[in-house]
């Protein structure tokens, strides 16, 4: 009876890390697509610099010493 378990144990083991490497490897491929796409499009960076206005953000109701 303990030989047919461990067969059974086995057998379901097998199946369970292949599924996992089937699932693994096309997360994979999916992060790599991911990144691929954004490097391309240079991180969706456009250039312009963060063109900041020292003058819009000022606080002038507040009292600075």
Known sequence: ???NVR???QKQAEEGFELFMRCTKY???AIAFSM???VSCNF???GT???YNGEQYNPSN???K
């Open 1 to 3: 009876m303990t030989d």
């Open 7 to 9: 067969q059974v144990a």
């Open 27 to 29: 997360v994979c491929w």
């Open 36 to 38: 691929l796409a954004l």
């Open 44 to 46: 969706g960076v456009d």
């Open 49 to 51: 610099g963060s063109k």
């Open 62 to 64: 507040i009292k600075v």
